[in-house]
């Protein structure tokens, strides 16, 4: 069975103003979906990355070290704020795992990987 | 593993509450921006990393950091001592099960009594306990309250300057400070349940989350050895009465059911008979308040097996003896209703008549369809229709217009 990455992109800043319910909502809806998937034997695991920003590095000059910036994150629509990996045997079978992900919410994204093992 | 989902809302008052009291803050904003920090990394960590296995003391390890950098970056002494800020984790830990059981703790009372401070208008009392205890957003509260963010805003701004100005830490009060704070805390609770009860703006008929939470703070009053009142426990009868009936209240679409219409075996039994106890308890009263009548009138209509069997003497009775109290246009045009039925259709008309003139926008239309009901009562159809007509107009939410509409197709 092969792996598949999935990038959640989202808009950062649409948690800014959520009460204490919503955001209790949001954490129990993943909650109950990665434990479906966990029980199935489906996930494999999840990484939040931090929303803080990050930095791009890029070749400097010669004999230079790398150009390293701020990534523009933060202002951002499109971050990628976290991943899943879980297990499927094909493009379709990850789609329907997915398909029911509580980040498919507004203008969110998911955009699904094969991970190339071999 | 599965761990048990923690109710961020009633967790926020808890945390809010242990902030302000380890922290010997006067004004809470700081304490509510640490928490609403707090929860809203775990909402964002959370579902990807996964729950902590002690969420409620994640929550504070991370809301009491962001509050001493705040506290630090505004240059002010960070007052707490360590002995009683790691007694206040470690409640926080021993509470987690009072979270999930919905229990209020010392703190959230503290916090209650600080919102309702007398010098603050009944409106923004319940706005910043709205905030501050229940962690309701700006948009949650402004639906309730009947207008729109901004204003809430800009009242809870003025709200906070005035609690700023204290330096006084936030405690419960007690002595000779308790009774009027505890007037206003009722009054305040039971304005909560009313929004949530009598069809806020909007589209919805009603807010059940805004009841439950005024039914929480009622209940939690009556129980605390400090704050418990006969009065306070007549409120929580009456919010657990009126409460029982909200699913029946409206239909599977949100539409306002009639009276008639309910089915009064779907009535929650539990919440009833949780209102009677309350009712009993309230009984060690040496006079008669506003919350025992208007308490002692919900148990007459929870109690009734059927609306035809409703005991309408006694409520239009009680309602004689509210007047007294409570003068109020609303409190006429009840007693006019159960007068009308306890005595008859003209008698009603007549009390309604010389109250036409005084009722508020917000209750003319109540006004009109009470006048419509007994009209056709009286086999007066053509006027009941044109009042029922008047009343449609008049009404100020789309809920009551459908529910009035309907009343009228009911007329033929």
Known sequence: ?118 | MSVAALDFRAAWGRLVGVLVRTHRLADPALAEDAVQHAMLQATRLWPVAGTPAQPLAWLTTVARNHLRDALRARAQEVQFDDASDEAGAAGVIEAADAVAAGELGDDELALIFACCDPALPVASQVALALKTVCGLSLREIAAGLLCDEAAVAQRLARARRVLAARSAPVRLPAGAELPPRRDAVLLAIHLLFNEGYAASGGQTAQRPDLCREAIRLARALAAHPITAHAEADALAALLLLQGAWLGERVDADGHWRLLDEHDRAQWDATMIAAGLAHLQRAQRAQALSIWHLRAGIAAEHATAPTLAHTCWAAIAAAYDALLALDPAPATRLSRAVAHGFAQGPAAGLAQLASLHEVLPAGLRAHGLAAQAEMLARLGRRAEAVDALDRAIAQATTPAAQRLLTRKRARLG
């Open chain 1, 1 to 118: 069975m092969d792996a598949y990455l999935l990038l959640l992109r989202e808009d950062p800043s649409q948690y800014a103003t959520l009460s204490p319910a919503q955001m209790g909502e949001i954490v129990e809806r993943y909650r109950a979906w990665s434990e479906k998937l966990a029980a199935q034997g489906r996930l494999v695991g999840g990484q939040k990355l931090a929303d803080e920003g990050g930095k791009r590095l890029r070749a400097g000059a010669a004999g230079a070290g790398p150009i390293v910036t701020d990534g523009p994150y933060i202002e951002s629509k499109d971050v990628i704020g976290g991943t899943f990996i879980v297990r499927a045997a094909s493009y379709d079978e990850a789609i329907a795992l997915v398909a029911d992900c509580p980040h498919l919410a507004g203008d969110n994204v998911i955009e699904l990987r094969r991970i190339e093992i071999e």
